[in-house]
């Protein structure tokens, strides 16, 4: 029996014989990797387009590909095609910009779930604080928000790669139940900031400007400092 996907294989087994994480296969280069180490795409046989699918939450026939511009482009020349068994339509950089359209939308679902939860840390002062006591995992900044990566714990948690920047002022506020323009959120539940670093990790490759990812406990996972932004160049900081 075959799993939906073309490219799965048997998920490995654990040191007490359970199941593991699951594998796929490139639809670019052809290597193996833990499923969610790949970006997954479903396929519209009528139309040939494939959708990005980061929350691996479609139905049907899915493929996958490392998140690297290169192995988009193969899977476009004919790996796709292969694992769906059909004509398969699109562009490589529309495909690079559907990603990271999809990895902020899921971000913003994790960041407002957690709000609602009372894991998240909002507002410079209250951030610093979270962060002086061990408590914030991930801090989000604001990309028109410079002045946030110059307060002394912030800018430390951009150094040691505990920071991403996202959106900007007036959209990280609407996230946080309209509370006007937010400039820096702390996220405080260790599962819910690995899971933001991973999926903004998934896109990184394929954003224009510089941009930091680092998950916690990612070791060697490279990383950018975010205070290359070049948006970033608002005084204010809330």
Request: hydrophobic fraction near 40%.
């Amino acid at each position: 029996m075959t799993t939906n996907d073309e490219s799965a294989r048997t998920a490995r087994k654990g040191p007490s014989g359970t199941s593991s994480r699951s594998e796929r296969t490139c639809a670019g280069c052809g290597k193996h990797a833990a499923a969610d180490e790949l970006v997954r795409v479903v396929h519209d046989p009528s139309s040939g387009e494939v959708a990005v699918d980061l929350a691996s939450s479609g139905f049907g026939r899915g493929a996958h590909f490392h998140p690297s511009p290169d192995c988009v482009a193969k899977a476009l020349k004919g790996g796709l095609a292969r694992v769906f068994k059909s004509k398969v339509v699109g562009d490589a950089s529309a495909i690079g910009e559907a990603i990271v359209k999809a990895a902020d939308r899921r971000i913003e679902g994790l960041l407002t779930g957690a709000r609602r939860a009372g894991q998240l840390a909002v507002g410079a002062d209250v951030v610093a604080e979270a962060l002086r006591e061990e408590r914030a995992k991930l801090v989000v900044v604001a990309r028109d928000a410079a002045a946030a990566t110059r307060l002394p714990e912030i800018e430390r948690a951009i150094a040691s790669g505990q920071a991403v920047a996202l959106g900007d002022k007036q959209r990280l506020g609407s996230l946080m139940s309209g509370r006007g323009e937010v400039a820096v959120i702390a996220v405080l539940h260790p599962g819910v900031a690995a899971a933001v670093s991973q999926t903004y990790r998934m896109s990184g490759p394929f954003r224009s400007a510089a941009s930091v990812v680092a998950p916690p406990g990612g070791a060697g996972t490279e990383s950018q400092d975010v205070r290359s932004e070049e948006a970033w160049s608002s005084s204010e900081v809330r």
